[in-house]
C-alpha cells in the first residue's frame, strides 16, 4: 500500500513540475528582453522614408541640428529629432500652412514613420 501512495505523490510531484516549465519561443527566458532605445541614425533615416513616402520633397535637412525641412503641396513639414539623455530619440513632426489640402498627413507621416521603425 506504501509504494502505490508513493507512486501517486510522485506521479502529482512530476505532473506539477512539468507544468510550471513552459517554453515560449519568443522569450525563452520567460521574460522579453530589455529594449534598447533606437539610434539617432535609425530615427533620421525612418523620418526622412516616411516623409518621402507621403509624397513630402525633402527641401533642406541638417542633419547635426536634428531638423529635416520638406514641402507637400501648400503644406510645410518640419521635423526635429532631439537625442534624450537616456540615449532615446524623440522625433516631432509639424506640418503648416494649408492643413485643408490633406488633414490627414501628420497622421499618416507618423505611421510611416512607426512602420520604418518596426512598431
Request: hydrophobic share 40%; aromatic share 10%.
Amino acid at each position: 500500500m506504501k509504494i502505490a501512495a508513493f507512486r501517486i505523490a510522485a506521479a502529482f510531484v512530476l505532473a506539477a513540475g512539468m507544468t510550471a516549465c513552459v517554453y515560449d519561443p519568443y522569450y525563452p527566458y520567460g521574460y522579453p528582453p530589455p529594449a534598447t532605445p533606437a539610434s539617432f541614425d535609425r530615427s533620421w533615416n525612418a523620418a526622412m522614408l516616411a516623409l518621402q513616402d507621403q509624397g513630402v520633397r525633402i527641401a533642406s535637412e541638417d542633419r547635426g541640428a536634428g531638423v529635416i525641412q520638406g514641402q507637400r503641396g501648400g503644406m510645410t513639414v518640419v521635423t526635429r529629432l532631439n537625442r534624450q539623455a537616456d540615449g532615446s530619440v524623440r522625433i516631432e513632426f509639424n506640418v503648416g500652412g494649408n492643413l485643408g489640402e490633406d488633414p490627414e498627413l501628420p497622421n499618416r507621416i507618423s505611421r510611416s514613420y512607426d512602420a520604418r521603425m518596426g512598431r
